[in-house]
DNA sequence: CGAGTTTGACCAGCGC
DNA sequence: GCGCTGGTCAAACTCG
């Protein structure tokens, strides 16, 4: 396995190791990623216990098959970054733009999950929130993919979560 | 008018 | 094999 920092606090925002007073006050209490994200079910709720090999990371070949869509290619997916954030808001603003695709109701929460997709030309990066049930005041944020271009309206606060992000995800 | 959101339907993977 | 659930699509809609 790996060092994977991660997991949900089974309670709230208890361990707040990397703490940061962000603007509208949110803070990142978690960070922690998954290379090879395969198990696309039961992340959010319970755990992203996780590790297998790296796989990820191939290019975003565009597999639209036609028709419908084409969730992964086989098990292998990108690598996942996810993170949460304590925050009235659902939607952090990291400079870059995103398009909402997608909203679903999950199961064991009673907040939908939101799915939004990197606008950027050829940046297929994608990203999940959530807030969590037990604790209405937590956004868990899942990063899919690594953007290819740089950040459209840079904002001080996200270039600082992105340096956090570093530490606990070398990529 | 273009970009982004909403929302219902569709599809695939997984567990039973 | 069936049903449940997560993930995505796309048309319609909204907003700046």
């Not at 990397?18 to 803070?27: G, I, L």
């Not at 209490?29 to 959010?44: L, M, Q, T």
């Not at 939607?91 to 199961?107: F, S």
């Amino acid at each position: 396995m790996e060092k994977y920092q991660m997991f949900f606090p089974s309670s709230s925002a208890g361990q707040s190791s990397n703490y940061d007073p962000f603007s509208r006050n949110m803070e990142i209490s978690n960070v922690f990623h998954n290379s090879h994200g395969e198990c696309s079910r039961a992340e959010a709720n319970k755990q992203f216990s996780h590790s297998g090999s790296f796989a990820g990371d191939d290019d975003q070949s565009g597999v639209k098959a036609p028709g419908k869509k084409k969730v992964a290619e086989k098990k292998i997916r990108k690598p996942r970054y996810a993170f949460q954030t304590r925050s009235q808001v659902d939607i952090l603003d990291d400079g870059y733009r995103w398009r909402k695709y997608g909203q679903k109701a999950v199961k064991n929460n009673k907040f939908p999950r939101s799915y939004y997709r990197c606008t950027y030309q050829g940046c297929n990066v994608k990203k999940q929130v959530q807030r969590l049930t037990k604790d209405e005041g937590i956004v868990v944020t899942t990063y899919e993919g690594v953007h290819t271009h740089p950040i459209e309206k840079p904002t001080d606060n996200f270039e600082h979560i992105l340096s956090q992000m570093h530490i606990y995800a070398p990529f």
